[in-house]
Every structure is written in structure tokens, then in C-alpha cells.
């Protein structure tokens, strides 16, 4: 038997200029079994794909971005591109990880 994951969306009825206060979207089947896509986008934004103010998901876009992928100012994940960065893989002006690439690195000697 092959068991679907069950996708969750959730939006905040409150909204600043057409951008939900709140969002979450998680992927997967709906009950009535159509596709529910895992992009959220809004101040703060929850999903699989996460695109907002505050940012948080596998792949998170950004002023404040974290997750797996993450691109904003300042963005915190595995793999992290911003003015400020955290992350195993990070690009930007300040950056701290294992492999950097910016103009100022962490005072850890990397």
C-alpha cells in the first residue's frame, strides 16, 4: 500500500498590502486528493519553498532567511547567500561556515 503524504496550508486572514501576516504551506495530497503546492509567501512565511519577511523552510528567500537553501540580508542554513551568512556554505560581505567566500570571516581562522 502506498500512503500519500497529506499537504497543510494556512494563511492569516489579516493582511499588509495583499501579503498575508502569516502563512504556512506544507506539500503534499489534499483530502480530496489535488496537490497542494508547499510555497508560502508572506511577512512571515512557513513551507517548503518559504518566501517573506521572516523566512523559514527548505528553501527560505528573504530579508531574515533560514533554512536548508537560504538567499536573504541575513540568511542561516546549510547552504546560505546574504550580507550577513551563516552556514556549512556561505557567501556574503560577513560570512561564518566551513567554506566561506566574502569580504570579513569569522575570527575562527577559516
Known sequence: MIRTWR?????SAQTIPHWPVVTVSIAGRAPDGTAIRGVARGIIAVGNVAIGG???GIVAVGPLAIGIVALGAAAVGV???????VGVVAVGISVAGLVTAGLMRD???A
Request: hydrophobic fraction near 60%.
Open 54 to 56: 521572516l523566512a523559514v
Open 7 to 11: 499537504g497543510w496550508r494556512w494563511r
Open 79 to 85: 547552504v546560505s547567500v546574504g550580507f550577513v551568512a
Open 107 to 109: 575570527a575562527s581562522g
